[in-house]
């Protein structure tokens, strides 16, 4: 089949709805010869070839030379054989460090000019090099067309040696970023090191198209590339009047669709309210005193009324629990900052207390605690709705009275009988995590942060439903951590809680804990009325099981 090939600029601009034009295969853009037109055989014997070429002239040669040493025989008087097999050598050698051969191979046929054997890293930086084949453009992305590889181009002459005293452990890899003074070039450096330290390929990790200036020194040390997670949108979440469309960042089918058939229900039933019943964020150092009636005094004096912080005592020890409003950061540090600060004031008054450590798992911070459960920590937030009788029927595809008993038995007395602490509710979890990974919240607070008890009951004689979650440690922030990298700036820009709130502080913050609770509101209704209606098997093997064939992949 002819197959058309024309340049990326000169193609003509997309048209509205149009997707934008993505490489398909790089290929040389001053001719139509492909890369594998270089040589008559596929690109896999071609370095079969020469690899075997390699092996077998170096151990002629030097079968060869051992017999003129032993022999008393001047080297430099050679034979057509070995001259030959010298002549062979060199162009295997050639060959090889090419690296990938056949581009190598290629540009000494055709005359193009490459860079350091590997002319792809020029083609990735220049867009009027990107060519597509217009065949391509007909079919999606798996359906007998390959993606666009993942391409890292290789180091450079002068970053060889700084690879090699990095793998030699010279130069340690946490200090690239400051010896060389680019981010991304020490991301490459370190990613190359480590797999030749490793001999493990990271082919599959994306390394270009991450701004990691962004993340120096506040989000991710010694980078080496960039996890890829889809983002999908749930909604619209009618909340307090005012529609949200929900980003959610996942890899479990389902999640995205269920959560987005609760917000339809919501939505049909004129929305969901919400009610903000703390805000504040802790934290709980542990100090400790020669004895306990010494600890007892400091619980008990007018600075701890004063500053209206939660004092328990156990033994000689005493857990100080500090809790601060943060504006719209989540306030960790902002809070650990000021507790500090606290500390080094008590002394004066307490010179025998001992600071054990600025925290003392009182606060309670990624780890499901009672404390957070019952005192909150972050936003406490309720949010309710109630979803008419005909809209459980068919957008739901279940009934009023199997909901309530379904959430009775299951939210409440099977969480019981576990034991939950903070677990009385179907998934909390799922959406919580999604919303936080999208928008830049720290993900491990998604332990305390899904503490949520679900309610349902049955109103209006029993025709409908009024469901609830109340979710006392819902800690996030719009400003600080990785809030500020450009892919999750984006989705809280779209909910309209990115940044600061300069007029209200910690307003955008709040908003957002509003978000998340309302979008748990909608995930718990239907994931409990597919449970109800038998769905979530059928569900789940229609939307979460690929269809591709494993073995062809994996081949």
Not at 364 to 390: F, H, L, Q, T
Request: one cysteine or more; glycine letters at 10%; proline letters at 4%.
């Amino acid at each position: 089949m002819d197959v058309r090939r024309r340049h990326l600029n000169q193609l003509p601009p997309p048209t509205a709805g149009e997707p934008l034009l993505k490489p398909h295969k790089y290929q040389q853009t001053t001719n139509n010869t492909k890369a594998s037109d270089a040589l008559p055989l596929p690109l896999y014997l071609t370095n079969g070839v020469f690899f075997t070429l390699f092996f077998s002239v170096a151990y002629f040669l030097l079968h060869r030379w051992r017999e003129k040493i032993r022999n008393s025989m001047p080297l430099h008087v050679v034979t057509l054989s070995e001259l030959a097999a010298v002549v062979s050598l060199i162009a295997s050698v050639i060959y090889l460090l090419g690296f990938f051969g056949i581009d190598f191979v290629q540009s000494l046929i055709t005359g193009r000019h490459t860079h350091d054997g590997w002319d792809v890293e020029d083609e990735i930086n220049s867009v009027d090099r990107f060519v597509i084949e217009e065949d391509s453009l007909k079919k999606p992305c798996g359906a007998g067309i390959d993606c666009l590889p993942v391409v890292v181009a290789p180091a450079k002459a002068a970053d060889e040696e700084i690879i090699k005293s990095v793998v030699a452990g010279t130069t340690p890899s946490y200090s690239l970023e400051t010896k060389l003074g680019d981010c991304r070039k020490a991301a490459l450096v370190r990613r190359e090191a480590l797999q030749r330290i490793t001999g493990k390929s990271l082919g599959g990790l994306p390394l270009d198209g991450f701004d990691y200036d962004s993340i120096l020194g506040q989000c991710c040390e010694m980078p080496v590339g960039y996890i890829q997670i889809p983002v999908g949108i749930a909604g619209p979440l009618l909340l307090d009047g005012r529609e949200f469309s929900v980003p959610m960042a996942t890899t479990e089918g389902c999640l995205v669709a269920s959560t987005n058939r609760g917000c339809k229900a919501i939505h049909l039933c004129g929305g969901a309210t919400s009610v903000l019943l703390r805000d504040g964020m802790t934290r709980a150092p542990v100090v400790r005193f020669g004895t306990a009636k010494r600890a007892a005094e400091l619980k008990s004096s007018r600075f701890a009324r004063l500053q209206g912080i939660k004092c328990a005592i156990a033994g000689k020890n005493l857990y100080t629990r500090f809790t601060c409003s943060t504006g719209d950061a989540m306030g960790m540090n902002m809070v650990s900052k000021g507790v500090q600060n606290v500390l080094d004031f008590l002394q004066n008054d307490f010179p025998d207390m001992d600071v054990i450590g600025i925290s003392g798992n009182f606060c309670s911070d990624k780890k499901p605690a009672a404390v957070n459960w019952i005192e909150g920590r972050g936003k406490s937030v309720v949010c309710e709705a109630i979803i008419k009788e005909e809209v459980v029927r068919k957008v739901l595809k279940t009934d009023v009275a199997a909901l309530v008993e379904l959430n009775m038995l299951k939210n409440l007395t099977g969480s019981a009988m576990a034991g939950a602490l903070g677990g009385f509710n179907a998934h909390a979890s799922n959406i919580v995590s999604a919303v936080y990974i999208a928008t830049g919240q720290d993900p491990a607070q998604n332990v305390e942060s899904s503490h949520c008890i679900t309610m349902m009951e049955a109103v209006n004689d029993g025709k409908d439903l009024h469901v609830s979650v109340t979710m006392p440690s819902i800690e996030v922030g719009t400003v600080g951590g990785g809030t500020q990298l450009a892919s999750q700036s984006a989705c809280l820009n779209l909910l309209g809680v990115k940044g600061a709130n300069k007029e209200s502080a910690g307003s955008n913050s709040r908003l957002l804990a509003s978000i998340v609770a309302g979008s748990v509101l909608a995930g718990e209704l239907s994931l409990m009325s597919a449970l109800a209606a038998g769905q979530l098997v059928n569900s789940h093997m229609k939307y979460n099981r690929s269809s591709r064939d494993v073995t062809k992949i994996s081949s």
